[in-house]
């Protein structure tokens, strides 16, 4: 199958962060074959690019599908007045009722509405002591029936015993063995930690020597609220990434989430590691932990990518808040650009995982993961080196008009067309009200 999108704005975030006007691309079945002027090659099929960009398809660096799970729900809970109250009145209780099927319909749903706005990977972790065997593989269900790039893996916790530790990182072996078996081009496994306040120094150091023996990335939550750096000042005296750095853990490999609690030493411990930083900016506010020093991380050279933390699934919505948090936060205009922001969403991402061979550009011979923006109407020029900025400043998740992953189309004028919107809605409508009644709330 070739598709030839013709005349186009191309924004391909290659290493000289090129943008081409008047540009074709040629899809050739998974891969990104030709991109020129004027294409003479054959294609079974053309779509007008005139009035559009195409870019590398987002890439959401830290999630939890689960997340939109509570959408609406309305928890009748104590107010809570710091980050670990949140996760005690909120998120314990909420995954500590979910169940596999709950699992498999919040990766339907997320999904959708990831591609649905231009996110064409992610990077997952599950929570939830009384679902852990086999639920990766309830996951990967629904993301396979949408058929966007997953990251998957289990948060693994000592919240409650030592035992659960050990078996939420038996199940992310269980589910990378699996896929070192089968692989699956679009689905990936990693390891994960929750955060340094809730497991030991022998899970962190047994998941490192697990990440040596069977490669794959390692995620933790890192100094994301005030609590994490209490915790091990109190415990090890020691701030949290001086104690992760202590106990080896930190690598190229490593994604350490958040980061909103860290000081210069910190910072420098990261770099000097090649760790990655994930940045959550809209979860950073809604759970009012404070603004991650990414102006001082990327001065230092630290890489960061953008992830959503489970909260909102658009991704422009998030690229707009990454933008602007710490233009306010510093009073500073210049503190973020357009394009280091659209790098967070894109490159970086794929970078951050190990998979920048692949996906995170739009280069001859990488998967073909895009998506075609069309502003309608067009109300200024598209001129190449505005273009971050058209996006940072103009688009919304409604001018997503063709995404493509693997080169396949998941999204067709605006529609999502690999999976019905009835399907999502029926497997949520199954499990949604016994999982709110386990939480008290009545339908
Ligand atoms: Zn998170």
Redesign the pocket.
């Given at each position: 199958m070739r598709i030839l999108i013709r005349n186009a704005m191309i924004i391909t975030m290659d290493s000289q962060r090129r943008v081409l006007k008047n540009t074709d691309l040629l899809l050739e079945d998974s891969t990104i074959a030709v991109i020129g002027k004027a294409i003479k090659e054959k294609a079974d099929r053309i779509i007008d690019g005139t009035g559009r960009m195409i870019l590398p398809g987002f890439i959401c660096g830290?999630?939890?599908l689960y997340g939109i799970m509570l959408r609406g729900a309305p928890l009748d809970i104590k107010p809570t007045t710091d980050f670990l109250q949140i996760l005690d009145r909120i998120w314990w209780k909420v995954d500590s009722a979910f169940v596999n099927e709950d699992a498999y319909a919040s990766a339907l749903a997320s999904c959708y509405e990831f591609v649905k706005s231009g996110t064409t990977c992610f990077a997952d972790?599950y929570s939830g002591p009384g679902s852990i065997e086999g639920v990766l593989d309830a996951i990967a269900k629904g993301v396979t029936q949408v058929g966007i790039r997953g990251i998957l893996a289990f948060e693994a916790t000592e919240r409650n015993s030592k035992k659960e530790g050990e078996r939420g990182l038996n199940e992310n072996i269980r589910f990378l063995k699996k896929l070192q078996q089968n692989p699956n081009d679009l689905l990936h496994g990693m390891y994960s930690l929750h955060a340094s306040f809730t497991i030991s120094d022998e899970l962190i150091q047994k998941t490192r020597e697990q990440a040596d023996q069977l490669p794959a990335p390692l995620t933790i939550?890192t100094s994301?609220g005030l609590i994490d750096v209490y915790h091990n000042i109190e415990r090890y005296d020691k701030r949290t990434v001086e104690r992760l750095f202590d106990l080896g853990v930190l690598g190229s490999d490593v994604v350490l989430?958040?980061c909103v609690h860290v000081n210069h030493d910190e910072l420098e411990l990261i770099r000097g590691s090649g760790a990655v930083v994930a940045h959550?900016p809209m979860?950073n506010m809604n759970n009012a932990v404070g603004v991650a020093p990414v102006k001082e991380m990327h001065e230092l050279g630290i890489p960061v990518c953008l992830?959503n933390?489970?909260f909102i699934f658009d991704a422009i919505e998030n690229i707009r808040t990454a933008y602007l948090i710490h233009k306010v936060h510093h009073l500073d205009t210049r503190v973020t650009t357009p394009q280091q922001i659209i790098e967070m969403a894109t490159i970086n991402g794929a970078q951050a995982y190990g998979l920048d061979e692949k996906i995170g550009s739009i280069e001859q011979g990488k998967q073909a993961d895009i998506v075609i923006l069309h502003p309608n109407p067009r109300v200024t020029p598209m001129l190449p080196n505005g273009l971050y900025g058209y996006i940072v400043y103009g688009c919304t998740a409604h001018d997503v008009e063709h995404v493509f992953v693997q080169g396949k189309q998941l999204v067709d004028n605006h529609q999502v067309i690999s999976i019905q919107p009835e399907v999502v809605e029926k497997a949520l409508t199954r499990v949604v009200p016994t999982l709110w009644e386990k939480l008290g709330i009545a339908l």
């Open positions: 830290h999630t939890h972790t939550h994301e989430a958040h959550n979860s992830g933390d489970g």
